[in-house]
């Protein structure tokens, strides 16, 4: 695959000083930050609930906890990494602490035993996440030409990707070979996490939105202001994603659901984190290359289909390895078609002196929502079993994916 850069940044009018590229050469940095970054969140995510179920011995409630805390402590404090590297237009080192605090929460995780341990370090880990992900986006629109937001999110979630591909696959081996080697993944995850903090700080471009769009137009720098939030379109979309948001099951169940169904040994559970990984890694580029062309939330909504498909083939009577693979492919077209599109709609709803914070908020929602879902699902599994519990997020999913559509279709032009 080709994919031209450039080290210019987009201008204020979406065309770009001097070499007409479509992907700046920063925005694949950035890429790469994520990928190293990934390997390092991902290998010790494909093992999460194996180590939680199995060597510590803990139920499924106390796996949706932890996972739903993964997935959503980031929102508390996501909107305030936006929210700084807006005030103080720097978005670079607000994300460079953000990378800071996980590599040393991957230091803490090679010495926690126990679930409070465990609780803590989740936690110091995602809280870094949190500040560093709206930062990082806005890094990524301040880059790029407005006409190509969605291939510009998508190289960069294309290379996230490799990452959260390979993070597996390493835990997988290591795995394979050391059958007990949890804490073996876990000081490989540090090494990787210390090599994209390094990267980041020595060369990814100090980019200052505000600063910059002032110079290109000779005007004075726009203030933040938190009633830039309170765009309609904004609002409307922090609905959607909230409520998609709360119907959305951690990948993690969905993978505990097909290993107990289709009955694969345990060394092999890091490899379907790797395969929902290689079809993102496939589809982010071409999809969003399509969203550009044929609309950002209209493949945002088909994205939600294919997990509700997903979520139909999990519960499904297994038919052999097929039926696995269905699964993993559903989610992979999923991710493509969400995960750096929601970045794309949300950055051009957002006026420019309040974008990381835009970004961010929709990304906190999500966040947010998955928490609230993921521990509740934990119960469902518990009270209900694995295959009713999913059939009930499916019908929910079901029911909400044709209002969403409707809500998000008011809005036409350049998001729609």
């Not at 309609?232 to 709360?246: A, S």
């Not at 993921?374 to 009270?383: H, I």
Request: charged share 10%; glycine share 10%.
């Amino acid at each position: 695959m080709y994919i031209s850069f450039s080290n210019t940044p987009a201008t204020g009018d979406g065309t770009r000083g001097g070499s007409g590229a479509r992907v700046s050469a920063t925005v694949v940095v950035l890429g790469v930050v994520s990928l190293l970054t990934d390997v390092s969140s991902e290998s010790t995510a494909a093992v999460l609930p194996l180590y939680v179920t199995s060597v510590l011995g803990l139920g499924t409630i106390a796996f949706g906890f932890l996972d739903g805390l993964y997935q959503g402590v980031s929102a508390l404090v996501r909107i305030m990494g936006g929210w700084a590297a807006d005030r103080i237009d720097q978005p670079k080192w607000i994300a460079f602490i953000g990378y800071g605090c996980s590599a040393l929460a991957r230091i803490a995780l090679v010495f926690a035993t126990g679930f409070g341990a465990l609780l803590a370090v989740i936690t110091a880990d995602r809280i870094g996440k949190g500040i560093r992900t709206g930062p990082r986006d806005a890094l990524i629109s301040a880059a790029s030409d407005p006409a190509d937001l969605g291939r510009a999110f998508g190289v960069h979630r294309m290379l996230d990707t490799v990452g959260a591909a390979a993070g597996p696959l390493i835990a997988f081996v290591i795995l394979f070979l050391i059958p007990d080697g949890f804490s073996t993944v876990f000081v490989v995850s540090l090494a990787f996490a210390v090599m994209g903090v390094v990267l980041l700080g020595l060369a990814v471009p100090n980019l200052r939105p505000r600063a910059d769009r002032a110079a290109r137009v000779h005007a004075p720098r726009t203030p933040f202001r938190w009633r830039s939030l309170l765009a309609p379109e904004l609002r409307r979309l922090l609905v959607v994603t909230g409520v998609l948001g709360l119907l959305t099951i951690g990948d993690g169940f969905l993978y505990l659901l097909l290993q107990a169904r289709d009955g694969f040994a345990a060394e092999f559970f890091p490899l379907l984190y790797v395969g929902t990984n290689v079809v993102f890694l496939a589809l982010a580029v071409p999809i969003g290359r399509l969203a550009d062309r044929f609309g950002r939330t209209r493949v945002f909504v088909l994205g939600y289909v294919a997990l509700l498909a997903a979520y139909l083939a999990a519960a499904a009577p297994s038919f052999g390895l097929a039926s696995t693979l269905l699964c993993l492919i559903l989610l992979g077209v999923f991710y493509a078609s969400t995960d750096g599109i929601l970045a794309a709609i949300a950055a051009m709803v957002t006026p420019p002196e309040a974008r990381a914070t835009g970004i961010a908020a929709a990304q906190t929602v999500v966040a947010l929502a998955r928490l609230i879902a993921s521990t509740g699902f934990g119960v469902l599994w518990y009270l209900l079993g694995p295959t009713t519990a999913v059939l009930v997020m499916a019908c929910g999913l079901a029911v909400a994916i044709p209002v969403i559509a409707v809500l998000l279709r008011r809005k036409a032009g350049t998001t729609s």
